[in-house]
Every structure is written in C-alpha cells, then in structure tokens.
C-alpha cells in the first residue's frame, strides 16, 4: 500500500543508517545512496533508533537475540528496552501512516534477515529483531540495507 500521489509513501528508517551515532559502540553505519537521499530531502524519512527509543544508553554494551530475550554479553536481560523501542516504532508508524521501513540488518532489534547467534560469537543466523517481528506482524514492509532496490519498487 503506497501513498497517494499527493502523499508519497513515507520510510521509517534505523538512525544509524542515516549516520546518526546511535549504535551500542556509539558509532553509526551510514549509507550513501542518492535515492535515500532524495527520500529525505522530499520530507519522506522518518529517522528512528529503537533501542535508544526503548531507554538504552550511547554506548551501550552489545546485545543479541537469545529466543525471545534479549542479553548483553555479561549477561543483562535488556529484553524489556527493546519491546519499548519496538512498540514506540510500531506506534510512530502507525500514526504517521508509515507501512514501510528501512532496518539495519544483524541488529537484535532491526535485523529482517539474519541476527547473531544469542552467543556473543560472532556468527549470522537467520532470524530478525525485535523492531522487525513486531512491524511485520502489523503488516508493515520491513527491508534491510542490502535490499534498496526492493524497497524503491515497492515505493512506487
């Protein structure tokens, strides 16, 4: 479902992919893609960091998907920071009639594809994060950094 030609789709998209500093390392992992680009000079990005929306820290100490829990390597159960974060985006995009968005890939809140192993090794597996789960579930697109060109179709 895309917008009307008088109200163009909008795109909820992870902070970090915008070069906002918000990841657990207190880095970010911009994109440069013109089309983005163009996607928010028209007004249509919505920026949005689940897990610092959900009360976690820049930095913080990194976290991986164990089941439905979410653990930091020392063993803090951070799983309630993370439902936050997803339920904020889930409510954002509601509101803002938002039915796509742009996710980093491996993250345990925004991965659509694969996340890490819930072992602090490393290792890819598939899965998605939490944001993720909860978006598709509401029948919001969710699409990952290696996926720009799926998702522009879909913006048309």
């Not at 602090?120 to 060109?149: D, M, Y």
Request: charged content about 20%.
């Amino acid at each position: 479902m895309t917008g009307s030609s008088s109200t163009p789709a909008r795109v909820l998209v992870s902070a970090c992919l915008l070069g906002q500093p918000v990841r657990y390392d207190g880095q970010s992992k911009g994109i440069i893609s013109d089309w983005l680009a163009s996607l928010g000079a028209e007004g249509r990005v919505l920026a949005f960091c689940p897990e610092v929306a959900g009360g976690l820290p820049t930095p913080r100490p990194p976290a991986e998907r164990q089941g439905e829990q979410v653990r930091t390597g020392n063993g803090l159960d951070v799983t309630a920071e993370f439902d936050r974060g997803a339920e904020l985006a889930l409510a954002l995009c509601l509101r803002e009639g938002i039915r796509f968005a742009l996710l980093k890939e491996g993250s345990p809140s925004c991965g659509s594809g694969r996340i890490y192993n819930g072992h602090f090794e490393g290792v890819s597996v598939p899965g998605e994060g939490k944001t993720t789960a909860l978006l598709r579930r509401h029948g919001i697109l969710v699409f990952s950094e290696e996926q720009l060109a799926a998702l522009a179709l879909a913006l048309v």
